[in-house]
């Protein structure tokens, strides 16, 4: 789900005009005003360098970002989608392949898959996690099937041992989509390096945000490293010399600075978030939402804190009301929207997905939430539940 948030920021939230709400989706300035001084000194640094495309600064991030997810190789790109697209035609999807998808997951996982040549073939979601039902995936696969793609949704990792060892056993690739999940862990490793590619998005809203758009690719296998710096770079390794047909899909020198910044920070906002996390669950524990779970085998990053309501859309519009910004990630699933009819799904094909898509409320959630507004989320929605 390479760039996870609609395209309004913040996301959609009907029934208030409100420009400054009382706790609003993410506070992308509250978190600049912390590291202020630090991403100026950054900024200035490349502006007086003149190196404005790739370089120095994207190499250190780079190395940075692949220790930290623990992979040999990272390939910094322009967006999260990119990394995606890359990734699949790096690890040899083309046409007439296809590719296991999430059904419940951003329009770009799959967009991304079309955009290679292939075919995206959707399996529902998993009830309790919300990410892929690993016991649907086999009944998928066909001749064809060349790669699955588990998403990382929200930042709760996908099971991925029981996706591994389908994917040995029908020889497919394994493309993890952790666009919403950096610093998440599978079983005590960090997801993104534990696939044959890792494929994060820097999309401002993430917990690793960019200052634009930014993404990277990480991966052990030297070949394919190798290959995605030719795709991303005109096919070309040294200036005006092209091996391949490539792209122009350069990871931007001010974005790696402000990245390699950011990440020096990102493990003391990912314990902020769960903190957050474990906040919201004490304060709604008792009222009729499904709050999220973390799974056995995971550590939660809380890029979302997702809930689902039987009156969801009566919820967000009172929320709204009341100063409280919220999303809907996502309100239809990916198989039902009109740039995907030509595969011929139709409404109840993925019964999970759907019901989900009519439910889910994605509450505030970001590193610099306090405890105030926390506390001011939780109490309208116990309000709003008392009246009915």
């Given amino acids: 789900m390479a760039d996870s948030s609609e395209k309004a920021f913040p996301p959609n939230n009907p029934g208030s005009a409100d420009t400054n709400p009382l706790v609003p989706f993410v506070d992308l300035k509250a978190q600049y005003q912390t590291i202020k001084s630090e991403i100026e000194a950054a900024i200035s640094r490349v502006v007086e360098s003149g190196r404005y495309i790739l370089g120095p600064e994207v190499e250190k991030f780079e190395k940075d970002f692949a220790k930290y997810v623990g992979a040999r190789f990272c390939v910094g790109v322009n967006s999260g989608t990119a990394a995606l697209q890359l990734a699949l035609m790096a690890t040899g999807v083309g046409a ?105 998005s820097f999309y401002p809203a993430k917990n690793l945000g960019a200052y634009g758009d930014a993404g990277a690719i990480v991966t052990d296998d030297d070949m394919v490293a190798r290959r995605l710096r030719l795709l991303r770079d005109h096919g070309s390794d040294r200036k005006y010399y092209h091996e391949i047909i490539g792209y122009n899909f350069r990871l931007e020198t001010l974005q790696a600075a402000v990245l390699a910044v950011k990440l020096r920070h990102l493990e003391s906002w990912t314990r902020l978030r769960r903190r957050h996390a474990a906040q919201y669950h004490e304060l709604l524990k008792t009222g009729s939402l499904v709050l999220p779970r973390e799974l056995e085998y995971a550590r939660h990053v809380y890029h979302l804190y997702v809930v689902l309501s039987d009156r969801r859309d009566e919820l967000q519009r009172k929320l709204a009301a009341a100063g409280v910004q919220t999303g809907i990630h996502y309100p239809v699933p990916i198989h039902l929207q009109p740039a995907y009819s030509s595969l011929g799904y139709r409404a109840g094909d993925f019964p999970e997905t759907e019901k989900q898509s009519l439910h889910v409320l994605s509450l505030p959630m970001f590193a610099e939430l306090t405890d105030e507004q926390i506390n001011l989320v939780a109490e309208a929605l116990k309000q709003l539940e008392a009246r009915t």
């Avoid at 075919?119 to 009944?139: C, G, H, L, Q």
């Fill in 96 to 200: 007439t392949d296809e590719v296991i998808v999430p059904a419940n997951t951003f329009f770009a996982t799959a967009e991304t898959v079309s955009t290679a040549g292939a075919r995206p073939v959707f399996v529902d979601a998993d009830s309790v996690a919300y990410t892929i039902d690993v016991s649907k995936i086999e009944n998928a696969i066909t001749p064809r099937t060349r790669a699955i793609i588990p998403v990382h949704l929200y930042g709760q990792p996908a099971d991925l041992d029981p996706i591994f060892e389908i994917a040995r056993r029908h020889n497919l690739s394994v493309i993890e989509d952790a666009a919403q999940a950096h610093g998440a862990e599978y079983k005590g490793r960090r997801v993104g390096a534990l696939g044959d590619v890792g494929c994060f």
